[in-house]
């Protein structure tokens, strides 16, 4: 199952400049998982050291807040389509 995963221009540099790329998944945990498994290096960027989702970073699935459906679990479907929105004013104070 083919979600569309919209990429921020500073994580592009782990997918050779593609601000879209097509992932499997049917969580958004299993989406980010093979999301770094095809494009090495992204996974540091999205999580902390403790393996949770940095407080910085916001997944929206079509158009919402994971943070608003089940987390880490919202569950998807093919068609789907996933944002990673860091922020990045936030980022840079740390």
Known sequence: ???CVHIPTPL???TAGQDRVAVEGTTVT???RNLEA???GIRDRLYDGS???RHFVSIFANDTDIR???????ALHDG???SILPALALAARR
């Open 51 to 53: 393996g949770e989702l």
């Open 80 to 82: 789907d389509e996933v």
């Open 30 to 32: 299993e989406l980010l």
């Open 38 to 40: 095809t494009h090495p």
């Open 1 to 3: 199952m083919a979600i």
């Open 12 to 14: 592009r540099r782990f």
């Open 68 to 74: 608003l459906l089940d987390g880490p679990e919202t």
